[in-house]
C-alpha cells in the first residue's frame, strides 16, 4: 500500500477527530527509522486496549494539525508488541527534518500529539537486527497540542448558526457543505475503495479498482457501482476461487492496512463477488441532512450501502461499536419472506446501528406495493443533535430519538452486545465525525436471516453462523446469478446540507 493510498483514507483522521482532553493516557513517542536506500518505518510501541495508530508527517517543510501529510500511516492492528508503518518508496537523506502530528485511539478515546520533529541522522538496513525497534527516536522538540475541531460561523450577516460542524471550515445554517452530480467520476471527492471486507458483516464480496472493467463508474450523469463474479475478472474461473491456495491479492493499491489478500483453504474460499465501494474523500461532517437520490440493486442476496460510517472508530472497531446511519436499504431479492415476514425488495428499511446481536432494533421499516428498486427515490437521513429521522420522496417514515439514558437505552441490555457505559452523550456513539460511503455487497451472514425463501420458494443456501456460509453460497450461483437483472446501484447525486 502506498502513501498516496493512505494518505486518501487517513486524510481525514487528523482533521476532524474530536480528541478527548484525557489525562490517563500519554501518547508514546514515536520511533522513526530511514531506511537504505528508500524508505521510512515508523512504529510506537503496543498499549492495551490501542485501537488506530495515525501518523501525518512532512519532510522539511511544517505541518498544520489537520495536514494530511505526505507520509501518511493509517494502522489498525499491532505486530509483535509494536504498531509499525513502513513505506519503500520515501526517499530520505541525513539531515532530513520530519515534522508530524499522532493520533492514538485507546478505550474509546482519542489522544493526539501535534507539532512534532525529528531529524534523520543515519540510515539503516531495513533487514538488520530486530524486525521491530528497540529504542523509541529522539524526544520531539516542541510540545504537544490539542487537536481542534471547526465550529460554527457566528450568525453574522445572512448566515444562522448551525448545530452541524464540518471538518475544515465554518458553516452556515441550510447551507450546501457537500455535492455531487456526478457529471464526472470525481476522485478528489471520493475515495475508491479496494481491500476485503471482514466482520461483523463478512460479505461475500471483495471491493475492487481494477483498470479494465471497473465495478465503479460514472455513466450517463449517474455514479454506477456493479457487482461481478470474481471468475469473470482476468486470472480466474469458477475453479480458481474455490481450489485450495488459490490467493486473491489486492495488496497493489488496497485502501486499508489490512485484510487485502486472501487464501483458500478448505471451506474457506474466497468472495465470489467483486464489487465497488466509495467513500467520501476529503469530507466529513457532524449533523446535518443527507439526500441521495438513487436506484437500489435488484437480484438475489444483494443489498446495497448508502450509509454515514464513522470517520474513527473512537468507540471501538467490534459489532458495529462506533455505529452507521443507514440512509435506505431494500434487499435484491423479488420475493423473500420467513413464515408470513416480508423482506423482498419492496421493505426499505434504514436508521441506526450500533449493536451486532440488536443490529435491527432501532432500524425502521417501510412497505412498498412496488419494488423499490424499480425506480428512482430521494433517500434522505435528516442527522440532529436530538433525533434522527428519515424520509423518502419527501415523506417521513422512520425517527429515532434518545430518552433520558441515551440511544443505548433503546436497547435491551439482556439480550444485546455489552453496554458500552463510555456513552455518556445521549446521541452516542452518533456524536462524533461521519462520512458518506455508497456500494453494493451480497449474502454475509447479517442482512438475511436464515430460514428465508425466495421466489419459487427457494431457500437461502447457507446458514450464517457455519464456516461454509461462503462455499454454499457459491454451489448455488446458478440458481441465483440468474436473478440479476439490475445488479447496479445507480446514484444520480449526493447532497448535503447544515441544518
Known amino acids: 500500500m502506498t502513501a498516496f493510498d493512505v494518505r486518501r483514507t487517513a486524510f481525514a483522521l487528523l482533521c476532524s477527530l474530536p480528541v478527548l482532553l484525557t489525562q490517563d493516557y500519554q501518547v508514546p513517542d514515536v520511533t522513526i527509522q530511514a531506511l537504505k536506500p528508500r524508505g521510512i518505518r515508523i512504529s510506537i510501541p503496543d498499549n492495551p486496549r490501542m485501537t488506530l495508530f495515525v501518523f501525518q508527517g512532512h519532510v522539511n517543510r511544517e505541518i498544520d494539525w489537520n495536514d494530511v501529510g505526505t507520509i501518511s500511516a493509517e494502522v489498525e492492528s499491532p505486530t509483535n508488541g509494536f504498531w509499525t508503518y513502513q513505506d519503500d518508496s520515501v526517499a530520505l537523506k541525513v539531515g532530513d527534518v520530519i515534522n508530524y502530528n499522532v493520533h492514538v485511539s485507546r478505550n474509546r478515546k482519542g489522544y493526539q500529539r501535534n507539532n512534532l520533529k525529528y531529524t534523520i541522522t543515519e540510515l539503516v538496513d531495513p533487514d538488520g537486527g530486530a524486525s521491530q525497534p528497540s529504542q523509541p527516536s529522539p524526544a520531539p522538540v516542541t510540545t504537544s497540542q490539542p ?37 464526472t ?63 486473491l491479492d489486492l495488496t497493489s493499491g488496497c485502501t486499508r492496512t489490512t485484510s487485502c489478500e486472501h487464501v483458500n483453504q478448505g471451506n474457506q474460499v474466497m468472495p465470489p463477488i467483486a464489487s465497488g465501494r466509495v467513500t467520501s474523500n476529503m469530507f466529513a461532517f457532524k449533523y446535518g441532512i443527507v439526500e441521495i437520490r438513487a436506484k437500489l440493486p ?100 422512520g425517527r429515532t430519538e434518545p430518552p433520558a439514558s441515551g440511544l443505548q437505552g433503546l436497547l435491551p441490555r439482556d439480550t444485546c452486545d455489552p453496554p458500552r457505559m463510555l456513552l455518556t452523550n445521549p446521541m452516542a456513539p452518533f456524536d462524533v465525525f461521519f462520512r458518506i460511503a455508497l456500494g453494493v455487497s451480497a449474502g454475509g451472514i447479517s442482512e438475511f436471516p436464515d430460514q428465508v425463501t425466495s421466489q419459487n420458494s427457494v431457500p437461502k443456501p447457507w446458514v450464517n453462523t457455519s464456516n461454509k456460509a461462503r462455499a454454499k453460497f457459491i454451489s448455488d450461483q446458478e440458481s441465483w446469478f440468474a436473478t440479476w437483472s439490475q445488479p447496479a446501484l445507480l446514484v444520480d447525486y449526493v447532497r448535503v446540507r447544515a441544518l
Request: one cysteine or more; proline letters at 7%.
Open 298 to 397: 435488484q437480484g438475489d442476496w444483494l443489498y446495497p450501502d448508502i450509509l454515514l460510517e464513522s470517520l474513527v472508530p473512537q468507540y471501538g472497531i467490534e459489532k458495529y461499536a462506533s455505529g452507521i446511519l443507514r440512509v435506505a436499504g431494500a434487499l435484491g431479492n423479488s420475493e423473500l419472506r420467513k413464515g408470513t415476514e416480508n423482506y423482498s425488495n419492496k421493505v426499505l428499511y434504514g436508521g441506526p446501528v450500533m449493536n451486532f446481536k440488536c443490529r435491527t432494533n432501532l432500524l425502521a421499516k417501510k412497505v412498498s406495493t412496488a419494488a423499490w428498486g424499480d425506480d428512482f427515490h430521494v433517500y434522505a437521513l435528516r442527522w440532529a443533535p436530538d433525533r434522527i429521522t428519515l424520509s423518502v420522496d419527501g415523506e417521513e417514515w
Open 147 to 183: 487537536a481542534t475541531v471547526a465550529t460554527s460561523a457566528p450568525p453574522t450577516g445572512n448566515c444562522r448558526p448551525t448545530a452541524t460542524e464540518v471538518k475544515d471550515r465554518n458553516v452556515c445554517s441550510g447551507q450546501v457543505i457537500f455535492e455531487d452530480n456526478f457529471d
Open 185 to 247: 467520476l470525481r476522485e478528489d471527492l471520493w475515495n475508491i475503495e479496494q481491500y476485503l471486507p471482514l466482520g461483523p458483516d463478512f460479505p461475500f464480496v471483495s471491493y475492487q479498482r481494477p483498470k479494465n472493467g471497473p465495478m465503479v463508474s460514472v455513466e450517463n450523469g449517474f455514479l454506477r457501482i456493479e457487482p461481478k463474479l470474481q471468475e469473470q475478472l482476468p486470472g480466474f474461473d469458477n475453479e480458481a476461487i474455490v481450489m485450495d491456495g488459490n490467493k
